[in-house]
């Protein structure tokens, strides 16, 4: 086990090289840095932040990471990516993730009733024709439960695991499973009662072990007062002063708010997302697994985000993120993550008004966008054949009329009688007359091939994946 972990962070460190590869010295990627840093410079002046730490990941490499203002005002203590903060609810991603390795090594199921595994687990239902809980309702934000387990984020008093489950059997859920998007605290702290129950350890070791260790992430651990901590601040009063906010421990709440971490090795984790096959060495999880992790599985009311396994989902400038928003007294941090582009930002702040979200938006839509031009691979783009205009023409089957349009060296697909001039659909070259239909939404034969007949000279006939049409003109 030693060597497998000694083995796993040596290629950590190969994974995540020096800032000083091509990406990070790219010409645009170097200036989108120094233009967001003239912004965050700007909000840590006029807003009065302590301090920001950023990073931003490309694939397995951290291309760029810096600290704003301070980690302790009063010392002056410079903020650095490698300051330690509160990471509050990212602690849920690693909860989900622990559950997923339990499912693939079959010691439980994403459907199994929580109360298989946990017999006390019998708070009232919110109705009387009410299912039971499941495990994956407790990571989706699905379970009804309510948000909380008492009054811990007023009184800064969190409950043990033994007062948490004597609490549950006066607890009744706000909701009825599956009804509806809900936010809840609780749902998490039981879902990291159900690992401690199903592994046989603790929850703070099974993370060491099962992720920490094999990720290389050396400088995270679970509610403890660690050296390199930052001071965390409360927001700021109308005299412009900020509280000093003391440690606190989540205690049995550390499944859904006791992590903490940094830049460095948040970086480690948002690498991970990237990486393909089986479980194994810092491959925390199978691609299979990570991939129904970022899946959206449930959806707020009002469809402005969703939730996969764990991971919270959000969507801006016409792309999809997953990653994870935290608050705890003192601290606030958010991560996205841009799975097409593998890019990802990391934004740790040291008090609760800073609105890491927006910072992190703004890092994404700035430096993350230019590193995402810069590690793009270059297409492979098929040499455009003149003859391909034979295609263009008048299809018709017996589900409606298609009409394929030239374009300047472009076949694109439309649906005459429809309304999609402006957004057609787009014909990429494979070669041998084949291509690929393309759009950027929707549904029919989207990403299949798409092929023509010829007879005697003449296109007769189209497929669009298994189905074809007749030309017509």
Do not use: C
Request: hydrophobic share 40%; proline share 5%.
């Amino acid at each position: 086990m030693r060597r497998l972990v000694a083995l796993s962070l040596i290629a950590m460190a190969m994974r995540l090289p020096a800032q000083g590869s091509r990406i990070a010295s790219d010409a645009d990627v170097l200036g989108a840095e120094r233009l967001f840093s003239a912004w965050l410079d700007g909000q840590l002046a006029y807003r009065g932040l302590p301090g920001v730490a950023v990073g931003v990941v490309y694939d397995q490499e951290l291309v760029w990471s810096k600290g704003f203002g301070y980690a302790d005002v009063q010392a002056k203590a410079p903020m650095t990516p490698q300051t330690k903060f509160r990471m509050a609810s990212h602690s849920k991603m690693f909860t989900a993730i622990a559950i997923m390795q339990l499912r693939e090594q079959g010691k439980l199921r994403l459907d199994d009733p929580v109360s298989k595994h946990l017999p006390w687990f019998t708070m009232k239902p919110a109705g009387d024709d009410d299912s039971p809980i499941t495990i994956e309702q407790l990571l989706t934000h699905a379970s009804g439960l309510q948000r909380e387990a008492g009054d811990h984020w007023s009184t800064n008093e969190f409950p043990t695991t033994e007062e948490l489950k004597k609490l549950m059997s006066n607890r009744q859920a706000a909701f009825a499973p599956a009804t509806r998007w809900k936010y809840s605290n609780l749902a998490y702290t039981v879902a990291g009662m159900v690992v401690e129950q199903v592994s046989g350890m603790l929850w703070a070791d099974y993370l060491q072990q099962n992720i920490f260790g094999p990720l290389g992430m050396s400088n995270s651990s679970v509610d403890k007062n660690v050296p390199g901590l930052t001071v965390g601040y409360g927001r700021r009063m109308p005299d412009g002063s900020r509280a000093i906010i003391p440690f606190i421990d989540a205690k049995g709440m550390a499944a859904a708010t006791g992590l903490t971490s940094n830049v460095d090795d948040m970086a480690k984790f948002v690498s991970a997302q990237f990486r393909k096959g089986p479980r194994g060495g810092d491959r925390v999880l199978s691609s299979g697994s990570l991939r129904e992790m970022h899946r959206v599985r449930s959806v707020e009311n009002n469809w402005t985000s969703g939730t996969g396994i764990g991971f919270g989902v959000s969507r801006f400038r016409d792309k999809t993120y997953v990653g994870h928003g935290g608050g705890y007294l003192g601290n606030t941090t958010q991560t996205f993550i841009q799975l097409d582009s593998k890019v990802g930002v990391i934004v740790l702040t040291n008090t609760n008004d800073s609105d890491p979200g927006d910072i992190a938006r703004q890092l994404m839509n700035t430096v993350g966008e230019a590193v995402a031009k810069a590690g793009a691979p270059k297409p492979v783009v098929v040499a455009w054949d003149p003859s391909w205009e034979r295609f263009a023409g008048l299809y018709r089957g017996a589900w409606g009329d298609q009409q394929i349009v030239m374009l300047n060296q472009k076949l694109v697909l439309i649906t005459p009688n429809g309304s999609n001039v402006d957004t057609p659909t787009t014909l990429e070259p494979l070669g041998g007359g084949r291509f690929r239909m393309m759009a950027p939404s929707g549904g029919g034969a989207i990403g299949e091939v798409v092929r023509f007949v010829e007879e005697g000279g003449r296109v007769t006939r189209m497929y669009v994946g298994d189905g074809f049409s007749d030309r017509v003109r």
